[in-house]
């Protein structure tokens, strides 16, 4: 009897943890499929891509296009406009018709093919729903005329911001797509000029039309001559067009800047003529130097010097001033500007009248130092500080420094100003002493002839002048050689009709005229320079630019080419211009 009970009892508890385990394992399938289910749709989700397109018509009758960028067909099930400007104004739901919900890969779609809705003009967030989930947003800004302005924005940038009269001003406008997507034939509208009478003539634009994928940008440019009177301020305003994949009108935002019309002698906008600038936060003194490279023969004299450029009309005084040579050898003992023997350095005015003393307060600094009576630089003009100075020493006798950095420092009375980024090279007592510099007799090496600057060249003039490039090394061995050296000036812009009048040392190359109005002159060596002082120079001619105020130029004269025992050569002076009405 207690084994048929016990079996009986067995059956049970078999029966009900089959059972058991059932339930479990239907509870399992239920959760796996749900997860499938859930992992089907986060990954359709994934890939699920389209953008949308939102538009009127001139009735301001709406229409949203789709265009999907995914793999798979996108179903839209609804979508929301929402008045961003009356905020009291509802979200408003609409659900898309089947027939127009399912939109297909590559090609744009309208989802408002079986209904019909009309927009009030104001602005709005429309909201585009997917079956699952997705959502696009795009603005929509509804004119009374019935174009939607979207999609399209527009920067409008006058330059430069003052004009002198009679002048040209350049507009540029960006425009830009920023919808999901592509904009057909966008173009720019006529630009509206306030006050129309300061128009003298324009140019452009540079391009008619294009197509604008999303996010891509264009520059419309436009050249305009303007005059009237001065100080006048001139209003620039434009917009864009185009058209949405429907072939509905785009409209850009209304862009807008503004120039300013000087008269020649008030304009700050850096005009063709304005080659010194003025002031940036602070009325200062320019920098220019003069200066050998290589620098090396012990016993010789190179020029050293600065032009210091008063740019303001404000007159300035000087009362000292430091050029610092540093050497690049990390064991030092170099003496750039000391003698052989580690005495004081050997330097001399140029131009003896210009008082004070020239000395090396340090080994590697040459100074020029008047405290007591600094000489004065008035208001649009120049002051030349040369020095004719002899090479120091190097730590290894026979070494060669590539590059020795220098710097340059002002003492004036608007404060103590400095310059960097010059560099000259060493090699002491085996190669030349080059200089380059302006001369009024053509060839010559002699302290009074040597210049740095011209002053009083009278407005729209044509002067002469004589480029030269010396050897004031006086061994005979130490040659600058024929073989690709060669002697060049760059001219300012607004400076013309550069000719070479003679250049006997030179083979000359064609006068090049740059975009910019700038020209250069080169000329090539014929034979070396050898002799003690020996001199090259070339006879130019140029006009000088019609000026209506005091004006300051930057012209540049350097040389390139190989010395004695291959060491390349690179004197440099940069000439300072001053032409007066």
Known sequence: MSSVVGALFFTVLMVAGFSVLSLALDAQTDIVTTQRMVSDVELKKQQEQFGIAVSTDSSNKLDISVTNFGQNPVEISSFWIINKTLSSQPATRYSVDYNDSFVTGGIPSSILTSQSLYMVPDSYDIKVVSSLGTIEIAELVVGSSGSSINNLRSVLVTDPPDVILGQNVTIGMVVTNTGQLKINDVAPSTISVNPPGTVVGYSGPNLSSVDLIPGESILFLWDYTIDGTADTNVDFSNFATGLDANNNLVQSNVASDQSILRDQANSTSGSDELIVLTQDLLAKPE??????APFGESGQQGIWGINVVNPV?????????????????YTGGDEIFTDNNGNACQAQHVDPSLGGTWSCPMPNQLMWKSLVNPVSVPGLSNVPFLALVEPGFIGSSGDFLETVPVDVS???????????GYGTSYNEGATTLPNVYLTDVPGSASNTNILSSIDGISSGSTIKLNATLTDFDTNLSHVIQATDSRLIINIPKGWSNPSILNAPGFTMDPIEVFADGSSQIVGVLNSNIA??????TIEFQVTAPTVTSTQLYVMYVLADGISSGDVAIGPLAEIILQVVP
């Open 313 to 329: 009309e404000k007159d300035l005084e000087v009362s000292k001033i430091v050029i610092t040579a540093t050497s690049t050898r």
């Open 531 to 536: 002799s003690p002082l020996d001199t090259q």
């Open 287 to 292: 920098l220019f130097i003069v200066m050998p």
């Open 410 to 420: 002002v003492y004036t009375t608007l404060g103590q100003f400095g310059k960097s």
